[in-house]
């Protein structure tokens, strides 16, 4: 049996094209995420000059939670990559730190510590585009924010 | 005459019967017209037979008569098939890998539409959010139109477990 020139040129294009899946699961296993923690409050400004107002796509949607403050603050940004699995953490204040379990299939268990004690767990599919908020209230009528985002 | 006497009549032109036997029969066809008639044309057939019956010689001896034989046999028999060319290492490989390949392809979609099926499973469990908390008074809330959910905590603990909204 001879085999045509035609047979080699699909082989070729089949191993190329098993590559670039097997590149793509794993770029697909990995997740990339921002962690924030936001301070929300009433006030117009922020007694601390550092914190800047959240961007306008998370904004839009602490707003669409229909909560009573107004304004929103970004105390502390992280971003981490988390693998298939795999666990990380992200400190954002002296009290408060996440940790980020990628449970694939785009599920994340996020575990909230507040001063070191664990104060919550929430396993949910965090697809691109949506958010994941926990919170609470803080002194002076105000409130804590932690929001857990997909990357681009 | 019977059927009997007809193979006995036969057999006396044969020389086959014992000379009591022969003698009776030489008696039988003396007296018997339709005896003697049977016995005059076996008698007239097997000298016809006779000289068609000769003996055939070979020109040739037997042992090369069969020679030839076999000879005609191996000659008529198939012919072996020519050896294959050989075929390099890259041509050998080439051929295992090409239907490998395919075979491979096949098992990858198939893992890759078994695991896209689990996630929409998966996807479909962890539509609502699960939470293990401290506290039995954690709020949550969904706003699926901006993909947004909020997950109120009691933490620091304080009077007010709910979130302050403006719409209830």
């Not at chain 1, 796509?57 to 699995?85: I, M, P, R």
């Not at chain 2, 050998?92 to 539409?113: D, E, K, Q, Y």
């Amino acid at each position: 049996m001879k085999i045509k020139p035609v047979s080699t040129r699909w082989f070729w294009l089949l191993v190329m094209l098993l590559c670039l899946g097997a590149t793509a699961a794993t770029a697909r296993a990995e997740m990339k995420l921002e962690a924030q923690l936001i301070w929300g409050t009433s006030d117009d400004v922020t007694a601390d000059p550092l914190h800047k107002p959240v961007d306008a796509d998370v904004a839009a949607k602490l707003k669409s939670l229909h909560l009573q403050w107004k304004n929103f603050f970004v105390v502390e940004s992280k971003q981490f990559t988390v693998a298939k699995d795999d666990t990380q953490s992200a400190k954002l204040s002296k009290d408060c730190e996440v940790k980020v379990k990628n449970l694939g299939h785009g599920d994340v268990e996020m575990t909230i510590l507040g001063r070191g004690k664990e104060i919550g767990k929430i396993k949910q599919s965090l697809p691109k585009g949506e958010l994941l908020v926990t919170g609470g209230n803080a002194e002076n009528s105000t409130a804590w924010f932690v929001a857990l985002k997909q990357l681009e | 005459m019977t059927t009997e006497q007809q193979l006995k009549l036969q057999a006396f032109l044969d020389g086959e019967l014992p000379e009591g036997e022969a003698r009776d029969v030489a008696a039988l066809i003396a007296r018997d017209p339709e005896a003697a008639k049977l016995h005059a044309e076996l008698k007239n057939t097997r000298q016809a037979l006779k000289g068609a019956d000769a003996g055939m010689t070979l020109p040739e001896s037997r042992e090369f008569f069969w020679s030839k034989i076999k000879r005609e046999i191996e000659r008529a028999a198939p012919v072996a098939e020519p050896e294959p060319e050989p075929v390099s290492v890259f041509v050998t490989l080439r051929r295992l890998f090409v239907p490998l390949s395919a075979v491979a392809a096949l098992v990858i979609i198939g893992v890759i539409a078994t695991k896209q099926f689990n996630s929409t499973a998966d996807a479909a469990a962890t539509q609502g959010t699960v939470t293990e908390l401290a506290d039995a008074g954690a709020v949550t809330y969904h706003n699926y139109e901006t993909g947004t959910t909020l997950v109120w905590l009691s933490y620091p603990a304080d009077d007010s477990t709910q979130p302050k909204t403006t719409v209830q």
